[in-house]
């Protein structure tokens, strides 16, 4: 193997150039797109079992991953692989079932089972190839075909543009899928229990404090009573709610420095407070909270999470969200 020259093109002008000819690729497929698309992402929401996706060498690679990101959004979907089909496995696709299949020729011998499998017991099959008039698009209820585009490999040869354009159509199946069953960051959260995209999205009623570990006071407190209040609770402020129970204001450690004087201790805590504090729901996300600490010009570090009414129902620290994990 020869070793690079100066002449050579550099390994950064090498990147640029697959990129810039993948990003072409991607390019002219979404100015393709027709309305087979939509057609296709009817057969697969229509479906009442899962979507088995399926392919043979690079293309069965990229299916694998279409199947877990349909998976993670939302639709059921599994990999099945098309060799292990023809010898038992075309038993885990079932009626209610629908097959994506993935050929960049559309001649992979290897699907021939499988796609008689799912024309015999008429389940829905979509496929992806860059051959609209091959033996796979032939034989599929719709075939999304891949556009003309060159290969990002000097030689023209290895999987590289056909192979980033199967999978970002894949993930446009996945996304309008999603979309279209209204599928939510609370969905989200039920299938990613675990990491950090699982923490950020754990609800604040998960991790706040409540009853007596709240620092809360009437209006009418003195602001000496009020600081051995906010002292105690170590939460570095003190909500102030009306008689009904409502949080009309918060008294931070920013307000006793705006309101120091000798004359602050025989004040009440109305005279210093803040008034219509930043709040959050305790049915909101945790990362909504970490956002809504940090949405503004000046960062705070707490907040108060209240019920319809304004009431008080907890309090939640930037620590918590630090000590989860989501900040």
Known sequence: MST?????????DVARSVLHTEAAGLHALAAGLTPSFSHAVDLLARASGRVVVSGMGKSGLVA????????????????VH?????????????????????????????LADLVAHSRRFGLPLVAITARGGSTLATAADVALTLPAAAEACPMGLAPTTSTT???????????????R???????????????R???????????????DAMPLTSPDTPMDRALLLMTEKRFGCLGVVDRSGRLIGIVTDGDLRRAMGPALLSRHAIDVMTSAPRTISPDALAGEALHAMNAHERPITTLFVVDAAGRPLGILHIHDLLRAGVA
């Not at 690079?4 to 950064?12: F, I, K, L, Q, R």
């Not at 694998?64 to 990999?79: C, D, M, N």
């Not at 069953?181 to 990491?195: C, K, L, S, Y």
């Not at 995209?197 to 009853?211: A, E, F, I, K, S």
């Open 4 to 12: 690079a020259t100066a002449t050579s093109p550099g390994d950064v």
């Open 82 to 110: 098309p060799a292990e089909a023809s010898h038992g496995d075309l038993g885990m696709i079932v009626p209610g079932d629908a097959v994506l299949a993935l050929s960049n020729s559309g001649e992979t011998a290897e």
């Open 165 to 179: 354009m199967q999978m970002a159509l894949g993930d446009a199946l996945a996304v309008a899928l999603l979309t």
């Open 197 to 211: 995209l699982g923490t950020r999205l754990r609800r604040v009623r998960d991790l706040m404090h409540v009853g």
């Open 64 to 79: 694998r991953k279409i199947a877990a990101t349909l998976a993670s959004t939302g639709t059921p979907a599994l990999f």
């Open 181 to 195: 069953r209204g599928f939510t960051a609370a969905d989200f959260h039920q299938i990613h229990p675990g990491g």
